[in-house]
Nanobody, 126 residues
Framework: QVQLVESGGGLVQAGDSLRLSCVAS??????????MGWFRQAPGKEREFVAA???????YYTDSVKGRFTISRENDKKTVYLQMNSLKPEDTAVYYC??????????????????WGQGTQVTVSS
């Protein structure tokens, strides 16, 4: 069983930064071998892909966050981060960490991921 716990959300102003953390637990889990992703869901909208990180180190971002967000990991801490800079009001959402044992899967799909955190709220005021 894999458990993911996010933290780091909050209320900030436009232009500010936040760093989200996702700590994983599970005897056989490794942030190195899993496909790790961040998704977000705004009120009344579907959950959408934000960023992903493969075991190879390859990273992927949705267009709206490219150049502002960075996904990274610390394998020894089983932790994945999402550094969010230059935040905008449209970034307001609940952010979810996700993990998939299928490291070559389609990182954009919600259905690709087997494990999810409980979410952390990010609110950006204008």
């Amino acid at each position: 069983q894999v458990q993911l716990v996010e933290s780091g959300g909050g209320l900030v102003q436009a232009g500010d930064s936040l760093r989200l953390s996702c700590v994983a637990s599970g005897r056989t889990f490794s942030t190195y071998s899993y496909l790790m992703g961040w998704f977000r869901q705004a009120p009344g909208k579907e959950r959408e892909f934000v960023a992903a990180l493969r075991w190879s180190g390859a990273t992927y971002y949705t267009d709206s966050v490219k150049g502002r967000f960075t996904i990274s990991r610390e394998n020894d801490k089983k932790t994945v981060y999402l550094q969010m800079n230059s935040l905008k009001p449209e970034d307001t959402a609940v952010y979810y960490c996700a993990a998939s044992p299928y490291s070559y899967g389609d990182y954009r799909l919600v259905s690709q991921y087997d494990y999810w955190g409980q979410g952390t709220q990010v609110t950006v005021s204008s």
